[in-house]
């Protein structure tokens, strides 16, 4: 069966401070792949999504990046965080075709103090 | 930016009555899906209903689309305490990039 594993569940980062979330996908191959973004008391805004390694297309223009190293594996990054990117970061993937749910991560809460 | 737009924002219910939460849209769609969000959590899937069907069955879910108002409903009958979320609505168009509403939050009490 199929699993997505996401961490950390947690984070506290300064301001200006780097980040790195990781994504990854057990028990299929060729996933699409999808980073969103939850503020407190709103939807999920799309951020980054992958069709293949080193794919990536970006919907929201900011400071953050995301990479595709390896088919099952989708990692999102700042160099320099700043306050208004605190939320809820969540991945998901789906197969690559329309028609099928997506499954999600259990997500990773960011506060940048 | 953010297709769907759920109605209502908020519903508090008893348990054992039936909870309906409404969509709107503004493009065309490939397909539509609700999702079950509990605090804190990630979002589950919970059904999906593609552009030519009007209505489908999971369980206790029932699901309703309606094309030409570029909307839908999720019931959910015999609510429970456990049915306590938020509930979201999303969108498929183009490429499988799903665009989510703000949600309903859901309370059923004991």
């Known amino acids: 069966s199929q699993t997505i594993h996401q961490w950390p569940a947690t984070l506290v980062q300064p301001v200006g401070s780097p980040l790195s979330l990781e994504c990854t996908v057990e028990?299929?191959?060729?996933?699409?792949l999808y980073w969103y973004r939850q503020a407190a008391g709103r939807g999920l805004q799309l951020l980054f999504y992958?069709?293949?390694?080193?794919?990536i297309s970006s919907e929201v223009p900011q400071n953050l990046s995301a990479s595709r190293p390896q088919d099952r594996q989708f990692i999102l990054s700042s160099k320099k965080l700043l306050l208004s990117d605190s939320g809820f970061y969540l991945c998901?993937?789906?197969?690559?075709?329309?028609?099928?749910?997506?499954?999600f991560g259990s997500g990773t809460r960011l506060t940048v103090v | 930016s953010q297709q769907g737009e759920e109605d209502p924002q908020a519903l508090s219910i008893q348990e054992g009555e039936n909870a309906t939460m409404n969509c709107s849209y503004k493009?065309?769609?490939?397909?539509l899906q609700w999702y079950r969000q509990n605090s804190g959590r990630g979002l589950v899937h919970l059904i999906l209903?593609?552009?030519?069907?009007r209505e489908k069955h999971s369980g206790r879910l029932r699901v309703t689309l309606d094309t030409s108002k570029k909307s839908s409903s999720l019931l959910i009958t015999a609510s429970r305490a456990a049915d306590t979320a938020s509930y979201f609505c999303?969108?498929?168009?183009?490429?499988?990039?799903?665009?989510f509403g703000k949600g309903t939050m859901l309370l059923v009490s004991p």
């Open positions: 998901a993937w789906t197969m690559d075709r329309v028609g099928y749910g997506y499954t």
């Open positions: 028990g299929t191959s060729n996933p699409n």
């Open positions: 992958s069709v293949g390694i080193g794919q």
């Open positions: 493009t065309s769609i490939n397909n």
């Open positions: 209903i593609r552009s030519n069907e």
């Open positions: 999303a969108t498929v168009s183009g490429y499988s990039t799903l665009t």
